[in-house]
T-cell receptor, first 114, second 110 residues
Framework: ETAVFQTPNYHVTQVGNEVSFNCKQT?????MYWYKQDSKKLLKIMFS???????VNETVPRRFSPQSSDKAHLNLRIKSVEPEDSAVYLC?????????????FGSGTRLLVI | GQQVQQSPTSLVLQEGENAELQCNFS?????MQWFYQRPGGSLISVFY???GTKQSGRLTSTTVIKERRSSLHISSSQITDSGTYLCAMEPGNMGYKLTFGTGTSLLVDP
């Protein structure tokens, strides 16, 4: 099966803890992304990686750090989580940009910070 | 300001009625995409539609890149069409990211 796979599906943690989310795509795409969907369902880009290189870093707090071992994997680490980090984190991939930018999303990781 | 404007914000239909969802962009764009999301569900691509008209079953999307607009037409709506429809664009001056609208929440009643 070719798709974007995310783990875990759901995570509950306390303020100040560190969390890590994993994302893997088997579509052979060159570009991967992390998006955040807030409680109002608005989706915003956080990071974009193209062939393991950081392309977009959209004014995300420093406690968020993406990690890419190869173009099929893009993980997200959050050091010292805060209550406003509660959201759904969506990983996506695409084959490129512009006319080739057909995006595929994973099922998301729902984070609850208590 | 909001780069991607979607309308209407919400819509309630009787099963069998048609719906027209609109998306307008305030900047130039390379491409755009329509997504569908159920409550608590993942984003499913409905149409990847750089320009022109595409049809898939009861869904038709028309995008006019030069006029910075796109529409999604749902004919003969069904209860299972209920959910949120999101449009997104890749900005013309910046690839490698999608900018999303705030979505249209559709409820189809029996």
């Amino acid at each position: 099966e070719t798709a974007v796979f995310q783990t875990p599906n759901y995570h509950v943690t306390q303020v100040g803890n560190e969390v890590s989310f994993n994302c893997k795509q088997t579509l052979g795409h060159d570009t991967m992304y992390w998006y955040k969907q807030d409680s109002k369902k608005l989706l915003k880009i956080m990071f974009s990686y193209n062939n393991k290189q950081l392309i977009v870093n959209e004014t995300v707090p420093r406690r968020f750090s993406p990690q890419s071992s190869d173009k099929a994997h893009l993980n997200l680490r959050i050091k010292s989580v805060e209550p406003e980090d509660s959201a759904v984190y969506l990983c996506a991939s695409s084959s490129g940009q512009g006319a080739n930018s057909d995006y595929t999303f994973g099922s998301g990781t729902r984070l609850l910070v208590i | 300001g909001q780069q991607v404007q979607q309308s209407p914000t919400s819509l309630v239909l009787q099963e069998g009625e048609n719906a027209e969802l609109q998306c307008n962009f305030s900047t130039s764009l390379n491409s755009m995409q329509w997504f569908y999301q159920r409550p608590g569900g993942s984003l499913i691509s409905v149409f990847y539609n750089p320009s022109g008209t595409k049809q898939s079953g009861r869904l038709t999307s028309t995008t006019v890149i030069k006029e910075r607009r796109s529409s999604l037409h749902i004919s003969s709506s069904q209860i299972t069409d209920s959910g949120t429809y999101l449009c997104a664009m890749e900005p013309g001056n910046m690839g490698y990211k999608l900018t999303f609208g705030t979505g249209t929440s559709l409820l189809v009643d029996p």
